[in-house]
């Protein structure tokens, strides 16, 4: 599979812990989105880079999360000290810069309990 | 700050019959609006972009400025349809979500 891929599919875990999420994006692909999905909503916007540059972050990203993409292939999304509002699906997207970028490739995501 | 309005969470529509999942939006500029489509167990995938004005699986979805709206709109549904749909508003490379509607069509 040539699409995006995100790891770990679902990840329980306690009030308090943290976690960290992983997304390889389509290999030519160089702009990485990160969005949040709580049920009942469309998902929501959370942090974009272009390469390993984090360009655009959210309100909704708060200090407990981080986001990083070292090498401008993987990224990483760290949550510290989890809540249960935590709880949600999270997901990455890519995109390509140019004539194609307004299309974004969505991963299956990342389902997030924070019991 | 943009706004995407879905006023429909669940749509329930014959095979054959037509159907319009509705799209209201609020932007300052000029808008890039999406549908974007989620069948069952799969990823989220766009489904069409306004600017290209083409049909898609039979769907069509045409920009409405004045009425600040981006119906999706298809004359015959099929039961392959059955999906979650979303309407999306792209500004500064970030889209901007509705809250989806549930489409089922029924045998």
């Known amino acids: 599979d040539t699409g995006v891929s995100q790891d770990p599919r679902h990840k329980i875990t306690k009030r308090g812990q943290n976690v960290t999420f992983r997304c390889d994006p389509i290999s030519e692909h160089n702009r990485l989105y990160w969005y949040r999905q709580t049920l009942g909503q469309g998902p929501e916007f959370l942090t974009y880079f272009q390469n390993e540059a984090q360009l655009e972050k959210s309100r909704l990203l708060s200090d407990r999360f981080s986001a990083e993409r070292p090498k401008g292939s993987f990224s990483t999304l760290e949550i510290q000290r989890t809540e249960q509002g935590d709880s949600a699906m999270y997901l990455c997207?890519?995109?390509?810069?140019?004539?194609?970028?307004?299309?974004?490739?969505f991963g299956p995501g990342t389902r997030l309990t924070v019991t | 700050a943009q706004r995407v309005t879905q006023p429909e969470k669940l749509l329930s529509v014959f095979k054959g019959a037509p159907v319009e999942l509705k799209c209201n939006y609020s932007y300052s500029g000029s808008p890039e609006l999406f549908w974007y489509v989620q069948y069952s167990r799969q990823r989220l995938q766009l489904l069409l972009r306004?600017?290209s004005r083409e049909s898609i699986k039979g769907f069509t979805a045409d920009l409405n400025k004045g009425e600040t709206s981006f119906h999706l709109k298809k004359p015959f549904a099929q039961e392959e349809d059955s999906a979650m749909y979303y309407c999306a508003l792209r500004s500064r490379r970030q889209l901007t979500f509705g809250s989806g509607t549930q489409l089922t069509v029924l045998p």
């Open positions: 306004h600017i």
């Open positions: 997207a890519s995109s390509l810069s140019g004539a194609t970028d307004y299309e974004q490739y």
